[in-house]
């Protein structure tokens, strides 16, 4: 399991919000590529990058950022959200390098553009599910749909999606812990593989994620993001990687 730093871009900066609302943001980096750079060498091999803005408006508002991100540091593996609603989006994105493209609001609004996106670019897609009790929501978590993450999961297994960034809203920069519970029993239910995203507060929460999989047989979760942890020192990303690195082999 991978432990995957979050780098959340807004107004051209390194930010963490709590629940998803864009007026209680923290800033915690005027450069976005230098935290990038700090990441990796605390061992990381994946970033997770969000656009917010373009997440909110539905366009890439800060990818000239994520393209310096991927291009200063072509070792890591970057993940990038936030705004990608069309094709094009898609084609500047693993144009300049990025290893994989998430589709969050776009994917529950148009499912046939998750399968073209599939299609067109395969192995490069990772749907991101959103979820505040039990339903997804969109528009950058600002509307609240009636349908839950396992039918979604279902609905794109077909499709050859990658992954499901998995988030519970409720739990997402409160420093919290992951919700465990809908986390492993998503995991259980969907073929597609699970990137657990919310409240990941301590190295705890990773033993405890990592042992709730061990005991569901099925149960496919293949990372864990962590932002505001990393951010404040309460989790050691490298600590927490070799956790894993052990546990794996």
């Not at 970033?47 to 408006?57: K, S």
């Not at 509307?143 to 999606?161: D, Q, R, T, Y």
Request: aromatic share 6%; hydrophobic share 45%; glycine share 10%.
């Amino acid at each position: 399991m991978l432990v995957i730093p979050a780098i959340d871009l807004k107004d051209g900066q390194c930010v963490r919000l709590r629940q998803g609302k864009m007026n209680e943001s923290t800033v915690f980096s005027e450069s976005p590529v230098d935290m990038a750079g700090h990441w990796a060498e605390q061992g990381a091999q994946r970033l997770h990058v969000v656009d917010l803005n373009g997440a909110f408006t539905g366009s890439l508002v800060n990818s000239e950022i994520v393209a310096s991100i991927v291009k200063s540091f072509p070792g890591l593996q970057v993940q990038i959200g936030g705004g990608i609603r069309n094709l094009e989006s898609i084609e500047f994105y693993i144009g300049v390098g990025a290893r994989f493209v998430i589709i969050g609001t776009a994917a529950l609004k148009d499912p046939d553009f998750v399968a073209e996106a599939c299609q067109m670019y395969p192995g490069k897609v990772i749907v991101g599910l959103d979820a505040i009790n039990g339903k997804v929501a969109t528009e950058g978590w600002a509307e609240v749909s009636e349908i839950s993450p396992i039918e979604i999961a279902n609905k794109f297994s077909e499709f050859g999606v990658q992954a499901i960034v998995y988030t519970d809203i409720a739990r997402d920069g409160m420093m919290q812990g992951c919700n465990i519970e809908a986390t492993v029993e998503l995991a259980k239910q969907s073929p597609i593989p699970i990137i657990a995203s919310g409240g990941i507060a301590k190295l705890a929460d990773i033993v405890d994620l990592k042992a709730a999989t061990k005991k569901e047989v099925g149960a496919n979760i293949v990372g864990a993001i962590t932002g505001r942890a990393i951010y404040e020192g309460k989790l050691d990303l490298m600590a927490a990687q070799k956790y894993c690195n052990s546990e794996a082999s």
